[in-house]
């Protein structure tokens, strides 16, 4: 069969269904994780997350062997994010592991790859979605801490299942076909027989591994003891990034946000909730750039920095409980460009107070509005460009190469600490007189961008 048959195949038929095994080890060892598979990992249970992360990573059907903590398990499906993707609950005791039929059964629910998965660890997304895109006609794919496979990818499962367990993750890939031959295969009674399935396919040439340790954001941490919940945290806090996020993002506000992240989860603060405590923080400097004194402009430019940091939190908690939404990134755009006019506002404001009576005192208040306008074609335009890329509506590539410049290198929070800068030194006239500039500069070029892929969008939709 051709690469490409195979490929069409697979895309038929690939790997959409998971077996969660959250009462025992996948590879039929004593459970290595003492950690229950409730406990909380920043505010998710580990069954949980590991549910939202298979569905958040495309994976379509799930089915549960539980055991006598099913009841628990079902309610924590309930709470929080919601599971849009069918549960099928089997428990061990009506379906033992260690017989045939029950693997026979789970062989007729699965079409092409199935994986499978105990729950005494959190992983990322984009593991998962490296083992769809891997898998391959008639082969099993296991997922290691660390290399020990030959060149090829190829690996000695009876090398790896006697001496390097500890270097295995408790996920593998399976052809469904393996499951159909689960009642050829002797099974010890009480062992799960994905060991003899992988031995059985290593000495066909039939396994390959899928390491963690060759990429950053494809990570695997398993959960024994109090130590790896740790690990397991930093990892995830690790993962965290915005779509649109500049150097200062990235370098220090993002540092400090995780912190704060960390208090509103103990404090089952919403994503929403944390936007509007931005929201709030930023109209408070607002008002102390609008009394027009040197220090409380120092005191503005600080709580604008804060506000910066905590509209951090917001994606952070969202993408770590994975109760992201497109009202809640909606609602975050909006209120930064709520603040961002409130900021010019004041400054403007201050800068006319302290000037009233000059004979230019009405400048500060002409770049006030101007900068206020630049920044409402601002948010028309981002908003416009977004609902082009969402639609796949770009009319060329270049266009679509642009706008995504634009909004990973200017449209960030990086000003925060420019503003904070210009208020340290006195020269907020200044700050006022780029930022009327420039964001007439960058709404102008937005609009320019989008209006080919604007006015070529009906024609496309005929």
Not at 165 to 178: F, H, I, Q, S, T
Request: hydrophobic residues 50%; proline residues 4%.
């Amino acid at each position: 069969m051709s690469d490409r048959l195979v490929h069409t195949e697979t895309d038929v038929q690939g790997l959409s269904t998971a077996i969660l095994l959250p009462s025992m080890d996948l590879f039929g060892s004593p459970i290595r994780s003492a950690v229950p598979p409730l406990t909380q990992v920043v505010g998710i249970g580990l069954f949980q997350r590991t549910v939202l992360t298979l569905q958040r990573a495309g994976i379509r059907q799930l089915i549960v062997l539980s055991g006598s903590d099913e009841d628990q398990l079902k309610v924590a499906l309930t709470k929080g994010p919601r599971v849009t993707i069918p549960v099928r609950w089997m428990p061990l005791r009506e379906f033992p592991v260690d017989d045939p039929r029950t693997w026979e059964a789970l062989g007729a629910e699965v079409r092409g790859f199935c994986l499978l998965s105990g729950v005494g660890g959190v992983f990322s997304r984009p593991l998962i979605e490296q083992l769809r895109q891997d898998v391959q006609e008639g082969e099993a794919i296991v997922v290691a801490h660390r290399s020990g496979a030959s060149p090829d990818g190829k690996a000695n499962m009876n090398v790896l299942l006697s001496n390097q367990e500890e270097e295995l993750a408790d996920v593998v890939v399976l052809p469904c076909e393996l499951l159909d031959a689960a009642s050829l295969v002797s099974i010890d009674a009480g062992m799960v027989p994905v060991r003899r399935w992988l031995q059985e396919a290593s000495r066909n040439g039939r396994v390959r591994i899928l390491t963690t340790d060759a990429n950053a954001g494809r990570w695997y941490q398993e959960i024994r003891n109090p130590a790896d919940l740790q690990t397991a945290e930093r990892k995830l806090f690790l993962s965290l990034k915005s779509e649109f996020e500049g150097f200062i993002d990235r370098y220090f506000n993002r540092k400090l946000s995780r912190w704060f992240t960390r208090i509103f989860l103990m404090l089952g603060l919403s994503p929403n909730s944390i936007t509007m405590v931005a929201t709030i923080i930023g109209l408070l400097a607002a008002a102390e750039f609008a009394s027009g004194s040197y220090g409380a402009g120092l005191l503005g430019a600080a709580l604008f920095q804060l506000s910066a940091v905590i509209d951090c939190c917001d994606g952070e908690v969202a993408r770590l409980t994975f109760t992201e939404s497109p009202f809640g990134a909606w609602l975050d755009m909006a209120m930064d460009n709520v603040v961002h006019l409130a900021i010019f506002g004041g400054i403007a404001w201050g800068l006319y107070l302290s000037m009233a009576g000059a004979t230019h005192d009405w400048v500060p208040l002409a770049l006030g509005a101007t900068a206020i306008l630049g920044n409402v074609l601002s948010f028309v335009s981002v908003n416009r460009a977004q609902g082009i890329k969402a639609s796949s509506g770009w009319r060329t590539a270049r266009h679509a190469a642009w706008a995504e410049f634009m909004l990973k290198n200017v449209a960030s929070r990086d000003f925060s600490v420019a503003v904070f800068l210009f208020a340290l030194f006195g020269v907020l006239e200044l700050f006022l007189w780029i930022a009327a500039a420039g964001s007439l500069a960058f709404a102008m070029s937005m609009l320019w961008i989008i209006r080919p892929s604007a006015r070529s969008e009906p024609a496309q939709r005929g």
